[in-house]
C-alpha cells in the first residue's frame, strides 16, 4: 500500500556529487524512520544512513563526512547528498521507510535506483 518513488540515481565520475530522493505515498500511518540502504554486485544490502522522526542521524563509517541524510515531514520525502563519491560507493541505493502502527513495526522498500561511479 506504501508507494516509494526514488530518484536522482545516474553516472557520476569519482570525486563528484548526486543528490537521491524518495517520496513516501499510499498507506502513510506513522513513519518512526526513513533511510537509504545499498547493494553492490556480490555483496549484502547495507545500511548507508537512517534519519528517525526525532531527527536523530546515522550513517555508515564509509560514508561519513561525505553523504548527508534529510527529510521533510510536510512531503514524507527523504534525501541523501552524495558528495565525493567514489567508485566504491557503486551500487542500487533502496529506500526505506519505517512505521510505528499499535505497537507493529512495518517496512517498506522502494524499486531501486543505479549509482555508478566511474574512475
Known amino acids: 500500500q506504501v508507494q516509494l518513488v526514488e530518484s536522482g540515481g545516474g553516472l557520476v565520475q569519482a570525486g563528484g556529487s548526486l543528490r537521491l530522493s524518495c517520496a513516501a505515498s499510499g498507506s502513510i500511518f506513522s513513519i518512526n524512520a526513513m533511510g537509504w540502504y545499498r547493494q553492490a554486485p556480490g555483496k549484502q544490502r547495507e545500511l548507508v544512513a537512517v534519519v528517525t522522526s526525532g531527527d536523530t542521524t546515522n550513517y555508515a563509517d564509509s560514508v561519513k563526512g561525505r553523504f548527508t541524510i534529510s527529510r521533510d515531514s510536510a512531503k514524507n520525502t527523504v534525501y541523501l547528498q552524495m558528495n565525493s563519491l567514489k567508485p566504491e560507493d557503486t551500487a542500487v541505493y533502496y529506500c526505506?521507510?519505517?512505521?510505528?502502527?499499535?505497537?507493529?513495526?512495518?517496512?517498506?522498500w522502494g524499486q531501486g535506483t543505479q549509482v555508478i561511479v566511474s574512475s
Open positions: 526505506n521507510v519505517q512505521q510505528l502502527w499499535i505497537g507493529r513495526r512495518y517496512d517498506d
